[in-house]
Each structure stands twice: as structure tokens, then as C-alpha cells.
């Protein structure tokens, strides 16, 4: 038990952030998460005793801001990401130059440990996403040199954006898109995991396994491709459909009119991050070198696409 360390957490709403900041707050640390809006926050706080996990007002534009929240906490992690750009909320913005002040941050009030939140591939991706992703890392390292990387593949569990979002879009869509023809492949991971790989960043001690200054690319135990992933998601929804290949060229004119939605479910640029596979690469370090032992979709699929089904979660007895 941390009983009596503090960690802060930029952007512990989010679907990968609210996971870290129940492990951490069942390890007993004490907990600021670090928000424009800390009311968005409030739904975090039943996650620890009361008191422990606390919203923090934090303008994110101001650097005396971020070096508040920063402050008194032994360790960092940075959960701050955007799929899509819109107004202010740019892929420069959000993931290179806001890590590097948070880093800094970090540095000044002598923060022990670091963990950035990245995305796997973006030293390979020519989307605008990885590649801000990539200088993201880069500036991180060169203000916080101890930083730990953790690049994860397609998050899955319960509030995930992607199998959800597929999952949805079956409801009413006659067809699903192969976009490329589908033979981009991913190696989705458990937001579970990706929440322990953390934990190990913030907590392994020094020596052969001190992830300090290291980079991990976290996936899962299996590599598909998206004809794969449909298959999953049909399975569990029991709902199947058409799938249509979508040359790379249409897919990208069919995103420009998607991007004018407000929460648009494609874009051109996520076209583009789709042309890299998403795999850890051979040599890298993983999640067992953190200790933390990957889980398969088979475990967390059915919990959550279930209730897409038709009839609902409950279908099959009612026809029993």
C-alpha cells in the first residue's frame, strides 16, 4: 500500500485515465486528477475513501497552472489524447507540446516517476495523429529524461471507442467498411492491463527491471486483422453483416464528409493511421516485462457487447 504518496493524473476522466485512477486508488494513493472542469471529475470519487481521490482545477494553458497540480505529487502520468481535432484541440497542441510542459513540470518539482500514455506505431505512421504522438515522446524524454513510454495498441474494455463504436454502427448499417480492404492489422489490449502497466511504471524498483527511461509497446496476446475483429464483434452481438471493401482513396473522400459531424466516427486522417499496422514489434519491451500478464478479448468482449444483441443481454433465455 502507497498510503501516503500522492499522484496526479492529467486527463483521469478519459476511458484509459479513469481505469488508472481506480488501481491507484485501490493501492491507497492519494489521488488529484488534474481537469479543465473538475466537476467532470466527480464521478471518480467513490473510486477511494473519502478525501483520497480528489479534482483538481488545472488550465492546461497555462504552464504556473500545470506546475500547481504538479506539485507535492511523487509520480506523474499523463493520460491526455485526442482522436480527432476540433477548435482549440489540436494533435500538435494536445500530444507534443502539452506533454513537454507537463514533463517540465515534472522536472522542476522533482517528480520521481513519469508515465506518458503514447500510441504504438507512431514511430512508423505518417498520420498527423502518430506523428504527433512521436514528437510527443521526444519532447517528453529531453525534459524528463526518466520518463517511462507506454505506447498501447487499440484499447478494448467496457467504455472503449472501438468495439462499441462498431458495435453501434451494426445495429442499423446494412454493411460494414474494410477500409483498405481490411488487412491492417492491430493487437488490441486490455484497459486493465494498460492501467497495471502503469502501476508498474509509477512502482518497480530500480535495478534490471527499473522501467525508468524505457519504452514499452503494450498489446495482447492476439494479432488480427479488422476482417478478425468483425468476426469477434459478430459473435458477441450475435448480429451479422455485409462487410464492403473501401479502396483507400474512398474511404478518405467518404471521412471528409464524416469529419463535419460533431463526433465524427471517421476521418481522414484515422484513413491514414490505418495504412501502419498496429503490432508491438519483436524486440521491444512488453507487457510481461512489466509483469503484467496480457488478457485475451474472449475474457472482456462478451461482458460488454452482449447488450448489443438483439433482444438484449438477455435474449437467449427469454427464447429458452
Known sequence: MQKNKTATIFGGTGFIGSQVVRELAKKGYRIKVAS???????????CGSVGQVVPFVCDYSNPDSIA???KGAECVVNCIGILYERGKAKFKRIHTELPEQIARAC?????ARFAHISALGCEKGSSRYAKSKLEGEKAVQKAFPDATILRPSVVFGPDDDFFNKFASLSRYAPALPLIGGGGTKFQPVYVGDVADAVLAALTLPSGEGDPRGKTYEL???EVVNFCEIYERLFRNTGRKRMLVSLPWGIAKVKASFLSMLPKPPLTRDQVESLKTDNVCGENALKLADLGVRPTGMALILPSYLEHYRP????????RA
Open 219 to 221: 498489446g495482447g496476446p
Open 36 to 46: 479543465r472542469v473538475p466537476e467532470r471529475a466527480y464521478f471518480l470519487r467513490p
Open 107 to 111: 522536472q522542476k518539482e522533482g517528480v
Open 68 to 70: 500547481e497540480a504538479v
Open 311 to 318: 433482444g438484449g443481454k438477455f435474449a437467449d433465455k427469454k
